[in-house]
């Protein structure tokens, strides 16, 4: 990949969209991970305003710190990065016993994480609307449109993606151009979802590298039964993943009115 040229063509294209939208610059809500990290860089070398927003909800402390850092880094190289913190805890725990009580736990763990990205989500917009900005996504092609491993409304609703054409293993190459801190490109990846340190191959069963060559083998039209072991089952995790994952990755459906009923 040639690196500095797809950094450059990133930028340009976030400062064009941004003009043409008459639009002061973007908001991203910075997590710690390398994919907020490496689009908020960006966003910053547009020279347009960038709000980086840290929303925390039971977040672990390692997480808060690595986004500190970042935003630190960000706002001493570059003047045009201002940062917002907003602690999201006593909200989501508000919203969580407003909410009926259920028998076991455990049946809406799953409910409750996708909440509190789309908490974040309001959040951001929150602010765009407020100062003018658009919400710059964070999401990379793995999980855009691989596996769909992202919350339908929540980190999933975005304004803009620039890094959603980029495997995650190129999203690291641009963090180490960019300069990202070292903590961050060492970091397993996480979606921060849990207010714990699981990870995302913990959550997926497999890694992205592991993700990367499914895709590919998908493009290729290979199955299932083309592998045998290791490479079998990440083929088949990554298609379990993309078929349970794919109304994430199409329109939403319309119930289309024949004209005859109209």
Known sequence: MQ???????????LKEYSTNAKTKGFVVGVSGGIDSAVTSTLCARTGLDVLCVEMPIHQSENQVTRADKHIDWLIANYPNVSRQPVNLTPVF????????????EEERFMSLAN????????TLYYFAAL???LVAGTGNKVEDFGIGFYTK???????LSPIADLLKTEVYE??????VHEDILMAPPTDGLWGDDRTDEDQIGASYPELEWAIKMDTERRKIQDFKGREAEVFA???KFNTANKHKMIPIPI???PETLK
């Open 115 to 122: 909440t509190r990205a789309r908490l974040r989500m309001t």
């Open 93 to 104: 725990d508000q919203l969580v016993s407003a909410l009926p009580k259920v028998e076991n």
């Open 131 to 133: 100062k003018g900005y």
């Open 174 to 179: 641009l963090g180490s151009y960019l300069g």
């Open 237 to 239: 995790i990554y298609k």
């Open 255 to 257: 119930c289309e009115i």
């Open 153 to 159: 409304y929540g980190d999933g609703g975005v304004d």
């Open 3 to 13: 690196t500095d040229k797809v950094v450059a063509h990133i930028v340009d294209w």
